[in-house]
Each structure stands twice: as C-alpha cells, then as structure tokens.
C-alpha cells in the first residue's frame, strides 16, 4: 500500500538516504530498527513528505506522491505520523489537540469532530483527561493523545517516529499496549523503534538500516534469529544481549 | 552576514543615487563630516564616562538586590524600578535645571559647569538601573550550588565572589551587558538638550544655522541621515566587538537563556 | 516586604509555613510613605514648595494625555505594519532556502525589512524624531497641529522597527515539532500559522509588547523638543519657566512613575495568572527607548 523505491537524499553534502525501498501492505506492521544516524527517521519522514525525497519515489496505492502535482496536505491525511518528543500542541487541551485536526482539515462541524475525538480519546484510555493541557500530562498520556490525534483523521497508515524513546518504563508499557491494540485491529503501521520486544512480537517485517541503506529484511523470526549480515548480526547481539 | 554586508552597500548606492540625482548633496555632506567627527568624539568620551559609572552602580544595586538585608533589598529596587520608569530625557533635563536652581549665585560651584555633569551622571545612573537588573539575573543565574561547593572547600565570600560568582556571571552577561552599552551609546544623544556637546549637538547646531542663513532646507536632511548613519557604525561596530568577545569567553554550557 | 502566611499547619514547628504571599505592594508602600515624608520634610526646609504643586497638578493632566494618545496610535498602527513585517523576517530565510517561487519577492524584502530593522535599532529614538519631524513639518505644512503628527509619525517609524523584532522572536520560538505536528495532520502553512504559531506567539509577546509600550511612552517624552506640548513639555514648563524645578520634577516623575509602574506590574501579574502550563517565558529584559533596544525575544521551552 505505501512503497518507497529508489528513495535518495542528501542533507548538503551529507547522503543520508542511499537508494532505499521499502513496501508494506494493508494491515502490515512494518518495524525500522537500526544504530542511530541510519536515516530511519528521514525514511520515515520521506513516507508523509515531511522531507521530501531528492531522488526516488513514494506511492501510495500505487499513486506516486512526491510529485509536485500532489498536494502533500493530502498525502498527510492519508498517513498519520507519531513523534518521539509527542509535539502536542501546548495551547489546546487534548481534547482540543484531536479535534483541531478535523474540524480545520477535515472541515467537520464542531459536535461531528468533539464525538469523534471523544471516541478516539477513550480508544487510547484518556477520555478522563479530555481536558488537561499537555503540561499537565505525563509523557505516556501525552502520546497517547497524540496517537489519538493521528487516528482520528481515520488515516490509512500511522507512521511511529521513535514513539517510545522519551519514555519511563512505566510509560513505554502504557504507549506500546496502545500500539499492539492498534496493529490488532488491522491498522497498517511503519514504526522505527529500539523496543525489540515490540518487533518481535508484533511486526510482519523487520528492516534493518545502517548508513543509509536496508542491509536486511525479514520476519523478526528470520532476522532476530539468524541476521545475515555482519552489521545485523552485531546489532542483534547488542541490542538482545 | 552576508545579508548585512549587502544591505549595507546597497543603502549606500541609494544614497549615492540620491545624490546623483541631486536630492543628497554629498559635497555638503562631505563637507560637514569633520565637524560630525569632532562629535562623534566628544560622544565617544561621554559614552567612555557613562558604561563604568553606570556600571559601578548596576554593580552595587543589582547586588543590592539580591541581598538578604530587606532594607539593603527594598533601597535597590526602588532605585532600580524609578530609573526604569523615567523617560532618560526628563532625568537629563530636570537635573540640570534644578542643579542651576540650586547653585544660581554660588560663589564656590559654577552652575554652568556642574549643571552638565550632573546630567551626566543622571545618565549613568540611568544606564546603572538596567546594568543592575542585568548583574543581578547573572548572579541569579549562578547556581546555590556553586557557592556551597565554594565554601565547602574553604574560600572566603570574597574569594567566591571573585573566582566562582563573577567568572560565570559574566559569560551569561555578556550579551544583555553589550545590548546596554549600544544603548548608552543612543541616550547620548539626549545630552544635547542640554548643551553639552556630542554628535546630535553638533547636529542641532548645523541646522540652526542652516535655517538662519535662510540655506538650502533639503540640507538638514543631510545632517540627519549622515548623523544617524554615524551613530549607526557606532551601535555596529560596538555588536560585532562584543559578538567576538562573546565567542572567545564562550563556555560550552554555560550560555543565556535566549533572550 | 509585608509576609503573609497562610493558616500554619498543625504544631508550631517553627519556619513551616503552608502559604507564603510576598506581597510587593508593601514594597510600594514603603516607597510611597517614603517619599511623602521626604517631601513634608523638603517643604519645611524651604526646598520645595507643597502649595505649588498643589496649584499646578492640574496643568500636566492634559499634556499627560496627548502623551498617551500619541504613544497610542503610533503603537496601534505601528502593530498593524509591524506583524507581517515580522513574518518577512521570520520565514524569509526559509523560503528563500526552499527556493520556493515567492523567493523573488521574498528575498529584496526580507533585505528591506532588515535593513528598516537595523537602522532603527541602531540609531537614537532622538535623532529619529529630529529628522521625521522635520521632513514631516516641511511637508504637511497647512496640518493643524503637524508637529504632534509629525511627532506620532516619527513614533510609529520607531515602534515599528522594534515590535517587528518582538513578532519574528516570538514566531520564531514556536518549536519545529509543533510545525512538524501540525503538517503531519494535513494543515496547510497558513493554517499552522493561524492555529498553531500565532495563539503560541501571542502568549510569548505579551510581556515584551507591553515593555515595548512602555518605551514607546517614554520616548513620547522627546517628542517636547520637537513642540508638542506632552507631559515633558508641560514639565519643563513649570520647572523653567515658572522656575520650580525641584516641585515640576516631583509632579513629572510621579506622573510618569503612576502609569508606568502599574502598568508593568499588571501585566507580568496577567501573564502569570493566564499562563497556560507548559508555554513559559524567561524574564526577557527590557527594550528602552530614546535610544535603546535589546531584541526583545524571549525563547519558549519546549515540551
């Protein structure tokens, strides 16, 4: 359903993306994992066109995105995204936060957009903080309303940029329970994560990045247990212990 | 940078347009430059008077403040909120009318001297209000921590004072602190209310003359822009100094807030 | 300082206290009682004169208000002109190293903007007001009262450059991720201006806005050389030519000094009671006037 092929970028001189492709298919939870500075992030930012790709292409349904004919507000509200440091917005409540999105994106009338981000805050557990601020909410809360505020423009896919790594313990487990009850449900996932215990359990694929480029793919059976690569193989045992 | 530079060369292309097309007499404006630089000097020895006094001031006040003695505490922040709510302007001109007041027909101090320096030192305190509010977000800046481990190892306050407190305050300082001395720089101008001689004095001066001797009034136009453009290359110049010494003394770590 | 404390908690404990309110209007007390005393005292050495002041209050009401009228509407419009050309300087650079279209226009006024920014930043208010007026006076010459509009213009050129500063420090400080955020749901870029940067600046720049205000009326007070018969002008007016310096000086200061300060006090008291949790502002210094001017740009800590 979204394809990256041939995907390449450069930061001034810098080649951060390498020649990159990926696929996943409707309801696939696809997991990036990888050492820091791979460009998992900017692969996943190339998925919703918040950078734009120098070389290659992004589909979505088969329709290629990164085009200047595509407006990339559509794109967006085909692909939600999820960052690591949350970035609600810290003037509206989270209530406020989840309806902004449909009723200036989606143009909704207020009660059709209240019902509905009520709904998805209750999906996530916090209907009982509809009205906190953001600095009233703990980190796990506060991600949960941003998913919240992802799905509730009812995107195709969700992009998770790290979701985890601002995390207590304690949180990480309240975010990621969200997540495995998202992926059950058949939502189509891309996530770049360091929770291996999330990979395994949950992804379809794995890939591995180092240096910009996918040295491997695979189940997280297959690239978990036997990584081909050297890379791969030392990452693994790193990382697993 | 580069944007500056640009802006810069293209102002004065305009300028030099201007000219050409006779509406910036630049042979006038040539010829009123030494006249401009001799006060341009004479702010320059003002300015040189003004930061240091009103430092020594921002000094003891903004220390003042910070101070455990309520009484000591109350004293500086009245200092520092009156000379934050007056106009430069009126302190500069009412100082200088009351010391004339005061002195009129005193046979030891001569008024007409005095009653500028006064001004001046209106000034200063004027500049000493800020400075003060400036030390003492740099003192506050400063970590309890700091002067703990201080003590901690044996040194006096004094020693603190100097080797621990001040070092770190002034980095954080520096930039509100060079911020203030531009400033000082521009109510100069204000003395010129009052007589005392400086760049804009100067100024008043040409353009009294200019409108007696019935001249060209587009001239005083001259006189301003070219004064201005001055004071301009004064504030710049005094920014790009204090950029470099910023970058010099600069401590990973240990920067302000951006204010 | 005036303590109050709350009900102390159970047993007497010494220092514990539930609630402390410093109460800074003690503080202004303290002061006022202070100088009351300090003028009975003066009166009855024959210094000032208490009678005089008394007589003349009344002269500086009026000039008092063509002072804030002028500080007034030179704010008010200089805002209006002041807000998109703090959006110039904040995205400028962005767009022209996105090499979007728009960067022919763009580019030559993120230059000017700068440039009108700089100059006024970098010369005195004085001077500034020297040359407006001048060139304004010559040019409206038939304008009843053109040296106070001269005076207002010269003003609004001034705030300008400085609220300019405050818009785009103030644009600016709202975080990438809040900007990231807002493009991952779909918003178009000026609806996350509208939305998102605008209603988290406008929090941010109370506080140098209002300081900014403040400078603007104290500059006001230059405008007496250029004969606008404002609160310096009427000052002067008593203390030259009705020769009572020192009692002018008292009037003067404490009409200054009852505007000013409550002002400033309502307003950082405002900004924390409306604070919204989590969109702090570090105490930004002053912007001043007749000369001076920090860019007033406090940056927001983000989430």
Redesign the interface.
Known sequence: MIAAKGVHKWFGTLHVLKGVDLTVEKGDVLVIVGPSGSGKSTLLRCLNLLVIPDEGDILIDGVKVNDPKVRPEWVRQQVGMVFQSFNLFTHLTALENVVIGLRKVKRMPRADAERIALRELERVGLADKAEAYPAQLSGGQQQRVAIARALALNPKAVLFDEPTSALDPESIREVLGVMMKLADEGMTMVVVTHEMGFAKTVADEVLFMADGQILERGTPGELFAHPRTDRARAFVSQVLG | MGIAAGAAVAAILVVLDLGLYGLFDVDYALRILPALSRGLTATLGLVVIVIPLGFLLGFAFGWGRTSHNGVLRWFSTSYVEFFRSMPPIVLIVFTYLITLALLAGNERFDATELAPAVSIVALAAHSGAYQAEIVRAGILSVPESQREAAEAIGMTREQIMYNVTLPQMFRVSLPALGNEFASVIKDTSLLATVSILELTFIGVNLVSTLIQRGGNPDLVFVVWIEIAALYFVLTFAVSRILHTVERRYRVPGLEAPQL | ?ILIRGAPSAGRAGRRRDATIVRSTG?LT??LV?IIVLLVVLDRLGAVSIPFMVQWWPFLVTPAATALGATTIAFVVGFVIAVPLGLVRAYGPDVVRRKAPASVVVAPL??LT??YV??I????????I??IS??AT?AFTGLPNVELWAGVLALTVNTIGYQAEVFRAGFQ?V?Q??V?????????PT?IFV??TL??SL?IILLPLTNEW?GLF?????L??VAVREL?WA??YL??TQ?H??E??FL??FF??LI??PL?RGVSYLERKKR????GV?????P????????????AP??
């Open positions: 300082m503080n303290a002061t202070f993120y230059g700068t440039g700089e100059a930043r970098g010369t005195p208010a004085f001077v500034q020297l040359l001048a060139a010559r400080s975080g991720g809040q990231d955020a807002a493009k991952s749901i779909g918003m178009r609806q939305y998102i209603p988290q929090r403040i104290k500059a006001s007070a230059l007496w050389y310096m000052g002067n203390g030259y020769v310096p020192i002018a000086f003067v200061a200054y000094l000013i300060i400033s919204i949790p989590g969109l570090p105490e930004p210094t002053r001043r006037r007749a000369g001076p001017r920090p860019a007033a740009s406090p940056a983000g989430p």
